[in-house]
């Protein structure tokens, strides 16, 4: 017959009431602290917005990264979470397309550790984020495709690296010119509309930019 484990034990290995708000009071106070100034944060900005000693802070996340990691995890989940939903409630596909960029760079914006780690999430495939926005923007790609709105040889991988680019655009113009990327964002979609028929250049070949035109020789 089994022997009960003492209760001691059992109570060791269940955590704390306290432990429990403890740790989200950190997590909720990072996520604030690094959308307000990224991942340079002092870690005792952290605390004292928690109401945590550098002890109990410590004791959750050994080390900086560990926490910036999880709430980069969390808020990247509920940002593209958000841009997916904007797509499902809009029914016109181009509008879809559309409503996912200005939802998605409009929380870009918002948040400045996801600004100054979004384009490293391109190969991070840790990061569930980048899983689902790669999932939206396949059903954005199929719908707008299937209607005859989308360029010819667009990608999935066009559309999520094009995300990427603006949202760098986002980082280096959101403080002097916060505008801006509003106005490259529609540059670009109009740039992916069907009544550009040229050819793309392939995937893997980078274009020539001096000379677009193959059959054009240099004098």
Same mark, same amino acid.
């Given at each position: 017959?089994?022997?009960?484990?003492?209760?001691?034990?059992?109570?060791?290995?269940?955590?704390?009431?306290?432990?429990?708000? =403890?740790?989200?009071?950190?997590?909720?106070?990072?996520?604030?602290?690094?959308?307000?100034?990224?991942?340079?944060?002092?870690?005792?900005?952290?605390?004292?917005?928690?109401?945590?000693?550098?002890?109990?802070?410590?004791?959750?996340?050994?080390?900086?990264?560990?926490?910036?990691?999880? #709430?980069?995890?969390?808020?990247?989940?509920?940002?593209?979470?958000?841009?997916?939903?904007?797509?499902?409630?809009?029914?016109?596909?181009?509008?879809?397309?559309?409503?996912?960029?200005?939802?998605?760079?409009?929380?870009?914006?918002?948040?400045?550790?996801?600004?100054? =780690?979004?384009?490293?999430?391109?190969?991070?495939?840790?990061?569930?984020?980048?899983?689902?926005?790669?999932?939206?923007?396949?059903?954005?790609?199929?719908?707008?495709?299937?209607?005859?709105?989308?360029?010819?040889? #667009?990608?999935?991988?066009?559309?999520?690296?094009?995300?990427?680019?603006?949202?760098?655009?986002?980082?280096?113009?959101?403080?002097?010119?916060?505008?801006?990327? =509003?106005?490259?964002?529609?540059?670009?979609?109009?740039?992916?509309?069907?009544?550009?028929?040229?050819?793309?250049?392939?995937?893997? #070949?980078?274009?020539?930019?001096?000379?677009?035109?193959?059959?054009?020789?240099?004098?």
């Amino acid at each position: 017959m089994a022997m009960a484990e003492p209760e001691n034990t059992i109570r060791r290995r269940t955590p704390r009431v306290d432990a429990i708000r =403890n740790r989200e009071a950190i997590v909720e106070a990072a996520a604030e602290v690094l959308a307000e100034q990224g991942v340079a944060v002092d870690v005792r900005e952290i605390a004292r917005r928690s109401g945590v000693g550098m002890g109990t802070l410590y004791r959750h996340f050994p080390k900086k990264e560990d926490l910036v990691h999880t #709430v980069l995890r969390r808020d990247f989940a509920k940002w593209a979470e958000s841009a997916r939903q904007a797509a499902i409630e809009a029914e016109d596909p181009w509008a879809a397309l559309t409503d996912f960029y200005q939802q998605a760079l409009t929380g870009y914006a918002r948040h400045r550790a996801i600004m100054e =780690n979004f384009a490293l999430t391109w190969a991070d495939p840790d990061l569930e984020g980048i899983h689902q926005l790669r999932l939206v923007i396949e059903r954005l790609c199929a719908r707008a495709g299937a209607m005859g709105l989308l360029r010819p040889g #667009v990608t999935t991988d066009d559309l999520l690296l094009l995300l990427v680019s603006l949202g760098h655009a986002v980082q280096i113009t959101d403080e002097c010119r916060p505008q801006m990327w =509003n106005r490259l964002l529609r540059i670009s979609l109009d740039g992916l509309r069907a009544d550009h028929r040229e050819p793309l250049p392939p995937a893997d #070949v980078a274009p020539d930019i001096h000379h677009p035109n193959p059959e054009q020789k240099p004098r």
